[in-house]
């Protein structure tokens, strides 16, 4: 909160999936809390989005969406709430691959309207302010807005050891939705591509959310997969370093390791240190051409809060367990405080 006690007026929120879904749970629960009337940003990543039976798939963005519209799944944290399984059993039954990926039926209309709106010739951002009608508009207000980061394809691939057609094992890459959802993050890893990115721009809205705003959250998402396309792309990192708003994260490293997912794998193959203070280097100090000005860590990791003030980032150890929403709104509301000094 400002010097007044208050949530700032307007927020930008650089997201993935699950972390950066729950972490705007906490934001907006907090947001509700103190009555204030803050207009909130998302900026969601779309190198995980994948095609699958000739359908755009954007996972972030749907999680997002759901989540805060209301019809996530709160068990899997991801697709539709109530779901059933028919096509995906039909489609399995004619033998059409992949069978590792499921659309579920509810989710499946999702799929549909995005990819008759995008061969209509919207651009991403189109469909999906146009899909977001349904889930933000009504329940806030125009008070969320969630923005792809780029209209431009982008695919994620990561670089593994895996079997090849002889059945040696091969060093190839696989779309990241293969390498997390069929194989589990299991796989020896080496690296990580972003397809496409480095054609890829901004979507409308993205690089004025970051310079036009009173402040900039990074929550827990994966900073490989989920933040790094993001900052990827041409001028975002300029924009942040830019900005008159501090820019304030929230590790999702706790105690060494990963809280859910597969970032641990990921920081490892490509250089980083497994560690809440070596992912706030990773993203670097703004005063020394990173984007970071402040870092939430969590009180396990209180050991590690010099080093990264060291680094030139403000940190503070605070819970960062997201038990539940008013758990994050906690976090949210130390992540505020933090950016006031």
Known sequence: MD??????????????????????????????REAARTRVTVIANTG???????????????????????????ERGWGRTGETWHAKEELAAYGVEPTWFGLGDRDLATHLVRTQMLDAGYPLSAVTEALCRRWLTEAYDDRVRLLPMSDDRTETHVVVDAPGA????????????????????????????????????????????????DLVLLPPSNPVVSIGPVLGLAGVRDALRETSAPVVGVSGIVGGDHVHGMARQLLTATGVEVSAAGVAEHYGARSGGG???????????????????????????????MTDHDATAEIAAAAIALSRG
């Not at 209180?302 to 605070?318: E, H, K, Q």
């Open 3 to 32: 010097a007044q006690g208050r949530v700032p007026d307007r927020i930008t929120v650089v997201s993935g999936g699950v972390g950066g879904a729950r972490f705007l749970q906490g934001l907006l629960r907090l947001i509700e």
């Open 48 to 74: 995980d989005d994948i095609w699958l039976h000739g359908l755009k798939v954007c996972p972030d963005l749907d999680t997002v969406m759901y989540t805060l519209g209301g019809g996530i799944d709160p």
């Open 166 to 213: 002889d059945g040696t094992i091969e060093q190839r890459a696989i779309h990241f939705q293969e390498y997390w959802v069929r194989h589990r993050a299991e796989l020896p890893t080496h690296g990580v591509s972003v397809i496409g990115l480095d054609q890829a721009s901004p979507a409308p809205g993205v690089l004025e959310a970051l310079t036009d705003t």
């Open 291 to 321: 984007v970071l000005d402040g870092w939430l860590v969590d009180e396990v990791d209180g050991g590690l809060v010099d080093r990264v003030a060291g680094a030139g980032i403000a940190c503070r150890a605070v819970p960062l367990m």
